[in-house]
């Protein structure tokens, strides 16, 4: 049995915010904004840019290139954030309502910004253990960019978070731009540095947390995380990249497109050269910020329309969340 990506989706919001904008409300000079953060500009959303609407709209896209039947859809899978239009709410459910995809079922999975690394091995499990499923869409939204406090610099790392939408269309036995394997890693010693830290049951949310600006991303132990974090995270990525590529029968050199998350411009020069590749062989994402998930999902896109990745290439998505999580699959496309 193989798994093929059929096609992509991206959803962006027309509005953006400046570097100039940013750095006026961090107070941070604009050019560290720019050179070291790597941030040139993002989209944030507008009134009408809901998170689960956006993965609905980077779906219907998913599904116009494709040339299917949403009838045709056997799983619709939410891979989307938590923050969205209503809490304790199924939205995969409500996505394959919004596209007409009536003989799917749905549920939604969550893993942070590491989300769609875990649902496409989700979703190629679930094909190979049911014959009945046949094709599956991923999709969600993210705009975590709600909960960034730019007068905050123990979240400086965060304020690359945007907004946008991002689907998959996969088919079994769809033999281009196959799913090979994934790795994925999980370190609960991170798993509070980085929360909202009201608004949960720990600390129900009250009139002056909001007036306190408290219900924002934060992070409780900035210096212990930072001294902790260092020592595992780019070594962590580079593990998981290298383990995807072995699992699927490939080395670094091998590797021909690296799909990876926006990060601050040394860490993702850093990566490269390490894996021996060239920066033509990645995209910084410098004009849309970190996007959650979205981000494998928007390069991916992105090298297609930019003639970056040829048939026959290798290509790795590379996620990183907190909480802490790294992952990465790889596909040879074509």
Same mark, same amino acid.
């Given at each position: 049995?193989?798994?093929?990506?059929?096609?992509?989706?991206?959803?962006?919001?027309? #509005?953006?915010?400046?570097? !100039?904008?940013?750095?006026?409300? &961090?107070?941070?000079?604009?050019?560290?904004?720019?050179?070291?953060?790597?941030?040139?500009?993002?989209?944030?959303?507008?009134?009408?840019?809901?998170?689960?609407?956006? $993965?609905?709209?980077?779906? !219907?896209?998913? %599904?116009?290139?494709?040339?299917?039947?949403?009838?045709?859809?056997?799983?619709?899978?939410?891979?989307?954030?938590?923050?969205?239009?209503?809490?304790?709410?199924?939205?995969?459910?409500?996505? !394959?309502?919004?596209?007409?995809?009536?003989?799917?079922?749905?549920? =939604?999975?969550?893993?942070?910004?590491?989300?769609?690394?875990?649902?496409?091995?989700?979703?190629?499990?679930?094909?190979?253990?049911?014959?009945?499923?046949?094709?599956?869409?991923?999709? $969600?939204?993210?705009?975590?960019?709600?909960?960034? +406090?730019?007068?905050?610099?123990?979240?400086?790392?965060?304020?690359?978070?945007?907004?946008?939408?991002?689907?998959?269309?996969?088919?079994?036995?769809?033999?281009?731009?196959?799913?090979?394997?994934?790795?994925?890693?999980? +370190?609960?010693?991170? &798993?509070?540095?980085?929360?909202?830290?009201?608004?949960?049951?720990?600390?129900?949310?009250?009139?002056?947390?909001?007036?306190?600006?408290?219900?924002?991303?934060?992070?409780?132990?900035?210096? $212990?995380?930072?001294?902790?974090?260092?020592?595992?995270?780019?070594?962590?990525?580079?593990?998981? %990249?290298?383990?995807?590529?072995?699992?699927?029968?490939?080395? +670094?050199?091998?590797?021909?497109?690296?799909?990876?998350?926006?990060?601050?411009?040394?860490?993702?020069?850093?990566?490269?050269?390490?894996?021996?590749?060239? #920066?033509?062989? &990645?995209?910084?994402?410098? =004009?849309?910020?970190?996007?959650?998930?979205?981000?494998?999902?928007?390069?991916?896109?992105?090298?297609?329309?930019?003639?970056?990745?040829?048939?026959?290439?290798?290509?790795?998505?590379?996620?990183?969340?907190?909480?802490?999580?790294?992952?990465?699959?790889?596909?040879?496309?074509?």
């Amino acid at each position: 049995m193989t798994v093929g990506i059929v096609s992509t989706g991206i959803y962006l919001p027309q #509005q953006k915010m400046t570097s !100039q904008e940013i750095a006026a409300l &961090s107070n941070i000079p604009e050019a560290i904004i720019r050179q070291k953060m790597g941030i040139h500009e993002k989209p944030i959303p507008d009134k009408s840019d809901h998170t689960v609407q956006m $993965g609905i709209w980077a779906a !219907q896209e998913a %599904i116009q290139k494709a040339n299917i039947d949403p009838k045709d859809i056997d799983v619709v899978i939410y891979m989307g954030e938590e923050h969205k239009e209503y809490p304790l709410w199924t939205a995969s459910i409500k996505m !394959q309502e919004e596209l007409g995809a009536v003989n799917a079922w749905a549920f =939604d999975v969550q893993l942070r910004c590491g989300t769609t690394i875990m649902a496409l091995k989700v979703a190629k499990s679930l094909m190979a253990s049911d014959d009945t499923i046949r094709t599956i869409l991923l999709a $969600g939204g993210y705009r975590n960019v709600d909960f960034i +406090d730019y007068s905050n610099p123990r979240t400086r790392f965060m304020y690359n978070l945007a907004a946008g939408g991002g689907a998959m269309l996969l088919q079994k036995n769809y033999e281009k731009n196959l799913l090979l394997e994934a790795d994925i890693i999980t +370190d609960g010693s991170f &798993s509070e540095d980085v929360v909202v830290p009201v608004g949960g049951t720990k600390n129900p949310l009250t009139p002056t947390h909001l007036t306190e600006n408290l219900y924002k991303l934060d992070v409780l132990d900035p210096i $212990g995380m930072k001294e902790r974090l260092e020592q595992k995270s780019l070594s962590n990525f580079l593990k998981v %990249i290298r383990s995807s590529l072995a699992k699927s029968g490939y080395s +670094d050199d091998q590797l021909d497109y690296l799909a990876m998350l926006h990060m601050k411009r040394s860490a993702h020069d850093y990566i490269l050269t390490e894996l021996g590749l060239q #920066q033509e062989q &990645s995209i910084y994402l410098q =004009d849309y910020g970190h996007i959650g998930q979205i981000d494998q999902i928007l390069s991916l896109q992105l090298a297609q329309e930019q003639n970056q990745i040829q048939a026959g290439d290798i290509v790795t998505l590379v996620s990183a969340g907190i909480g802490y999580v790294w992952g990465a699959i790889t596909i040879r496309w074509g």
